[in-house]
């Protein structure tokens, strides 16, 4: 899968690919727990770049499981989607109550550091 990862005010941000369905599902779920799992001595803040022009239930499921792991690893972990048809699915299942999403990244990393 290869995502793109880099680090920015301290914060990991995990540039998301841009489509995530059933096809690629797993891979980018296992992908980015790992992730997850090795940031842990590095930083305590992480940005998903969700630039997608829009969010699948694929992807709302990966982005939960991430926010589980996050949590379980003392994380903080927050979604970054500039597109509305990105962001509408997680306002419309309430996982936005689970895992903080913004309309840009900017804001993510500067509300994740409050």
Same mark, same amino acid.
């Given at each position: 899968?290869?995502?793109s990862?880099?680090?920015e005010l301290?914060?990991l941000v995990?540039?998301l /690919?841009d489509?995530?369905?059933?096809g690629n599902?797993?891979?980018?779920?296992a %992908?980015?727990? &790992?992730h &997850?799992r090795?940031?842990?001595r590095? #930083?305590?803040?992480v +940005?998903?770049?969700l #630039?997608a /022009? &829009?969010? #699948?239930? *694929? *992807?709302?499921s990966v +982005?939960l499981?991430a @926010?589980? %792991? *996050? *949590?379980?690893?003392?994380l903080?972990?927050?979604v970054?989607a /500039?597109r509305?048809?990105?962001?509408?699915p997680?306002?419309?299942?309430?996982?936005?109550? @689970?895992? /903080? +999403?913004?309309?840009? &990244?900017d804001k993510?990393?500067?509300?994740d550091?409050?």
């Amino acid at each position: 899968m290869n995502m793109s990862i880099r680090f920015e005010l301290d914060c990991l941000v995990i540039e998301l /690919p841009d489509v995530i369905d059933i096809g690629n599902e797993a891979a980018v779920r296992a %992908e980015l727990l &790992l992730h &997850l799992r090795d940031c842990g001595r590095h #930083t305590r803040r992480v +940005v998903l770049d969700l #630039t997608a /022009p &829009l969010a #699948t239930a *694929a *992807a709302i499921s990966v +982005v939960l499981d991430a @926010q589980q %792991e *996050a *949590a379980e690893h003392g994380l903080l972990l927050s979604v970054a989607a /500039p597109r509305r048809l990105a962001r509408e699915p997680f306002r419309i299942t309430s996982a936005d109550r @689970q895992c /903080p +999403v913004y309309d840009s &990244l900017d804001k993510a990393l500067i509300e994740d550091g409050d």
